[in-house]
């Protein structure tokens, strides 16, 4: 059996393993540091920042291993490759984050209301030394982060860091100058504001992927209309839309066309008609969609028709 190609209209992944690779390592050193600097000076900000941190780095391996994964040949057993493995990764994420961000939360309500002793000038150094680390990782994904969607959500997570970095050294400062310990437990709360958000929207991107959902900013029914506006076309059922992985939404259709289109061998133009419909017209351009042409006496012979 000959081997399955790729089609040429599937997005190819070509992420820099070498950029993400080099910021992990980056990101890595940095949480070790500030859960260490969080433990000795009692910094719920710096914790907060190193929870937020930690997510980073997971998501720094899952991007390296869905870049690998994505490279992977299509077979007969995996027909799209392992392109979907991202979305796995974004869902895995979106979970870490929003229970760092609740833990986190939960413990800075409880400092607020009992107070705790922090260590100011310790925060304050990791603090400079967490934006520092941040700017490096911001400026070696720069280059890349138009590239593919791992690049722009690695970059994303970085600059994410890098205000929660900025919270730490602001607490810092008014720990410092004030005395009030609280504003500790303050910037790890507005940290908090920033990730728990974040989580749930990641969240719910990725299990719409996983449950086939209908793209958000693609209406079907006026995706039905325009394919009914078609030369030829006389119904369209068996209507699908979903997203295999990131940049890859598929469409597919049943299409009744009329006797007289079947017998002048017009089905031809008809198709052409389709790909060129969903691939233009709509927000979400559809490249790889698959069209079933049948005739209208066909949808009988068919065992579970639907929409």
């Given at each position: 059996?000959?081997?399955?190609?790729?089609?040429?209209?599937?997005?190819?992944?070509?992420?820099?393993?070498?950029?993400?690779?080099?910021?992990?390592?980056?990101?890595?050193?940095?949480?070790?540091?500030?859960?260490?600097?969080?433990?000795?000076?009692?910094?719920?900000?710096?914790?907060?920042?190193?929870?937020?941190?930690?997510?980073?780095?997971?998501?720094?391996?899952?991007?390296?291993?869905?870049?690998?994964?994505?490279?992977?040949?299509?077979?007969?057993?995996?027909?799209?490759?392992?392109?979907?493995?991202?979305?796995?990764?974004?869902?895995?994420?979106?979970?870490?984050?929003?229970?760092?961000?609740?833990?986190?939360?939960?413990?800075?309500?409880?400092?607020?209301?009992?107070?705790?002793?922090?260590?100011?000038?310790?925060?304050?150094?990791?603090?400079?030394?967490?934006?520092?680390?941040?700017?490096?990782?911001?400026?070696?994904?720069?280059?890349?982060?138009?590239?593919?969607?791992?690049?722009?959500?690695?970059?994303?997570?970085?600059?994410?860091?890098?205000?929660?970095?900025?919270?730490?050294?602001?607490?810092?400062?008014?720990?410092?100058?004030?005395?009030?310990?609280?504003?500790?437990?303050?910037?790890?709360?507005?940290?908090?504001?920033?990730?728990?958000?974040?989580?749930?929207?990641?969240?719910?991107?990725?299990?719409?992927?996983?449950?086939?959902?209908?793209?958000?900013?693609?209406?079907?029914?006026?995706?039905?209309?325009?394919?009914?506006?078609?030369?030829?076309?006389?119904?369209?059922?068996?209507?699908?839309?979903?997203?295999v992985a990131s940049g890859l939404p598929v469409l597919t259709a049943h299409v009744v066309v009329s006797d007289a289109c079947l017998a002048q061998g017009r089905t031809g133009e008809v198709l052409d008609a389709l790909q060129a419909c969903v691939a233009e017209h709509f927000p979400v351009h559809i490249e790889h969609a698959t069209f079933q042409l049948e005739p209208a006496g066909h949808r009988a012979h068919e065992h579970a028709p639907c929409a």
């Amino acid at each position: 059996m000959p081997p399955i190609h790729q089609h040429s209209h599937i997005p190819a992944p070509g992420a820099s393993r070498g950029r993400l690779a080099a910021v992990l390592g980056l990101t890595a050193g940095v949480l070790v540091a500030e859960v260490v600097s969080a433990a000795l000076t009692g910094s719920l900000a710096l914790l907060a920042d190193a929870g937020h941190m930690l997510t980073d780095v997971v998501g720094l391996v899952m991007a390296l291993v869905a870049a690998h994964l994505s490279t992977r040949p299509v077979t007969d057993r995996s027909t799209w490759g392992l392109r979907r493995a991202e979305i796995l990764g974004a869902a895995l994420q979106a979970a870490l984050l929003g229970t760092v961000g609740v833990v986190v939360g939960v413990r800075a309500v409880i400092t607020l209301v009992g107070g705790a002793e922090v260590e100011a000038h310790g925060m304050l150094v990791m603090g400079v030394i967490g934006l520092a680390a941040n700017a490096v990782g911001l400026l070696l994904l720069s280059g890349g982060r138009n590239g593919n969607l791992n690049m722009r959500a690695a970059f994303l997570e970085v600059a994410n860091d890098a205000l929660g970095s900025v919270g730490v050294i602001v607490a810092a400062a008014v720990v410092a100058l004030t005395g009030w310990a609280r504003a500790d437990a303050v910037a790890s709360l507005v940290i908090v504001a920033l990730i728990v958000p974040r989580a749930f929207s990641l969240l719910r991107t990725a299990v719409g992927v996983l449950m086939e959902r209908t793209p958000e900013a693609l209406d079907l029914a006026e995706v039905r209309l325009h394919l009914l506006a078609v030369d030829g076309v006389e119904q369209v059922h068996d209507l699908h839309a979903w997203t295999v992985a990131s940049g890859l939404p598929v469409l597919t259709a049943h299409v009744v066309v009329s006797d007289a289109c079947l017998a002048q061998g017009r089905t031809g133009e008809v198709l052409d008609a389709l790909q060129a419909c969903v691939a233009e017209h709509f927000p979400v351009h559809i490249e790889h969609a698959t069209f079933q042409l049948e005739p209208a006496g066909h949808r009988a012979h068919e065992h579970a028709p639907c929409a």
